[in-house]
């Protein structure tokens, strides 16, 4: 199976990255072809620009090679897996930029949907699980990714995994990588 691994966070010591690694490293170990894409170390450039912008009239617009390369990296692969830190309760922008601009009309929606089975999301925040409970944030943020983004798409196969209150102790560290380790050996073991 290939599965393209996309990580949003700007630090390599942060734990987003330590999840990505980890990921990395069982998928590899599974048997699996991972492509491992860090938006921050390709320098992804995530403004919307004219020749990226969704042509509704037109769903067979070409793109920049720069969105026809991450689409090409995209088809091949049968699932996504997507790490990054919730930071103003949904995603940073230099992944909102990658949805916006490589998630086209007549690609990813539209007349056709992106060409993925699933997608697996893990991301870590700061506010512990009551807080996003009692606000109702989880739900706001599977809405918006789930229904809003994957489903939009095609993708009915989604799953949110929150790692809350990251910053309180190191103690769960360990935790949350097995975890992650556990939850990738149940999907693609």
């Not at 010591?13 to 938006?39: K, P, T, Y």
């Not at 919307?48 to 390369?69: F, H, M, Q, T």
């Not at 089975?117 to 991301?123: I, K």
């Not at 789930?146 to 929150?162: A, R, V």
């Amino acid at each position: 199976m290939k599965i393209m691994v996309v990580v949003a966070h700007p630090r390599k010591e942060s734990l987003c990255s330590g999840i990505f690694r980890a990921i990395i490293s069982q998928l590899e170990s599974l048997g699996h072809e991972v492509d491992c894409c860090d938006l921050y170390d390709e320098q992804f450039d995530a403004c919307l620009r004219v020749e990226d912008e969704p042509d509704w009239d037109n769903p067979g617009k070409i793109y920049s090679d720069a969105v026809i390369n991450y689409q090409a990296r995209i088809v091949i692969s049968d699932s996504l897996v997507l790490v990054f830190p919730i930071w103003w309760w949904s995603f940073p922008a230099i992944l909102k930029g990658w949805i916006d601009r490589v998630w086209n009309n007549g690609w990813a929606y539209g007349s056709k949907k992106i060409p993925v089975s699933s997608v697996l999301v893990f991301s870590t925040a700061s506010a512990t699980s009551d807080t996003y409970s009692a606000e109702g944030y989880k739900d706001a943020i599977d809405q918006q990714i789930g229904k809003g983004i994957f489903e939009y798409c095609g993708i009915k196969d989604y799953s949110l995994n929150i790692y809350y209150d990251i910053l309180s102790s190191d103690d769960g560290l360990n935790n949350i990588l097995n975890d992650v380790i556990n939850i990738i050996n149940g999907k693609f073991a």
